[in-house]
């Protein structure tokens, strides 16, 4: 665990997962499809460790950071081929290890659990299915679209959902863009550092930060 602060578990009645990288392990297909499209540019390929660096919202910032130009293509077209090829090397993919266990662990302590994410709407319900975790969650809140903007529209579909006070309910995601999220809903935030930004990107939030689920896991045997 990174950024030991005290943090009240006691206080939460819900919880607001985030998907992609936080639950689901998609970072690798996300470096493979962003890759693929690279490749077509004559632009250079990413790494894990450079994909980490600059993957952020609104995506169309990664994106010009990567190398693509816009002036040269249209956003939306460079946006909807790579959700084509991501959509391909979806079920390729696995959740997190300690998911499950940690879903039961918030379910024992009757905790409701939701899902915020800047996937869009159906394809986020067919993976929750496919990945047979969607009745965990009492809500499920994507987008509208596949432009990856930010989550705050669906956010606040969310909130209105949740008959729960704001200082009450705890996101956990693995992104600065999680904290700000957060940080708009008035919402409690802890972070994980095994999704699409690294360590160093989240350390300066001043988030609590753990290293993975496992971690997360630890820290709530330990304080529960």
């Given at each position: 665990?990174?950024?030991?602060?005290k943090f009240?578990?006691s206080?939460?009645?819900?919880?607001?997962?985030?998907?992609?990288?936080?639950?689901?392990?998609?970072v690798?297909?996300?470096v493979d499809?962003i890759n693929?499209m690279?490749?077509?540019r004559?632009?250079?390929?990413l790494?894990?460790d450079?994909?980490?660096?600059?993957?952020?919202?609104?995506?169309?910032?990664?994106y010009?950071?990567?190398?693509?130009?816009?002036n040269?293509?249209p956003?939306d077209?460079?946006?909807i081929?790579?959700?084509?090829?991501?959509?391909n090397?979806l079920p390729?993919?696995?959740?997190?290890?300690?998911?499950v266990?940690?879903?039961?662990f918030?379910?024992?302590?009757?905790?409701?659990?939701?899902?915020?994410?800047?996937?869009?709407?159906?394809m986020?319900?067919?993976s929750?299915q496919?990945k047979e975790?969607?009745e965990?969650?009492?809500?499920v809140s994507g987008t509208t679209?596949?432009?990856?903007n930010n989550?705050?529209?669906?956010?606040?579909?969310?909130?209105q959902?949740?008959s729960?006070?704001?200082?009450?309910?705890?996101m956990?995601?693995?992104?600065?863009?999680?904290?700000?999220?957060?940080?708009?809903?008035?919402w409690?935030?802890?972070?994980?550092?095994s999704?699409?930004q690294s360590?160093?990107?989240?350390l300066?939030?001043g988030r609590?930060?753990f290293?993975n689920?496992?971690?997360?896991?630890?820290f709530?045997?330990g304080?529960?």
């Amino acid at each position: 665990m990174q950024n030991e602060i005290k943090f009240d578990l006691s206080s939460v009645e819900a919880i607001v997962w985030d998907w992609n990288g936080t639950l689901l392990d998609d970072v690798d297909i996300c470096v493979d499809s962003i890759n693929e499209m690279l490749v077509q540019r004559n632009i250079p390929s990413l790494n894990y460790d450079s994909y980490r660096r600059i993957f952020g919202f609104p995506v169309k910032d990664y994106y010009t950071e990567a190398g693509f130009d816009f002036n040269s293509e249209p956003f939306d077209v460079v946006a909807i081929q790579f959700i084509d090829i991501y959509r391909n090397h979806l079920p390729s993919c696995n959740l997190f290890p300690d998911v499950v266990g940690i879903l039961d662990f918030f379910t024992k302590k009757k905790i409701s659990q939701y899902i915020l994410s800047a996937m869009e709407q159906d394809m986020l319900e067919h993976s929750l299915q496919e990945k047979e975790i969607y009745e965990y969650f009492a809500f499920v809140s994507g987008t509208t679209d596949h432009y990856a903007n930010n989550k705050l529209d669906a956010a606040n579909r969310l909130q209105q959902i949740i008959s729960v006070a704001p200082e009450n309910i705890l996101m956990i995601g693995d992104t600065v863009h999680d904290h700000e999220v957060a940080g708009v809903m008035n919402w409690k935030n802890l972070l994980i550092a095994s999704g699409h930004q690294s360590l160093q990107r989240l350390l300066p939030t001043g988030r609590m930060v753990f290293d993975n689920l496992a971690s997360f896991m630890k820290f709530l045997n330990g304080n529960t």
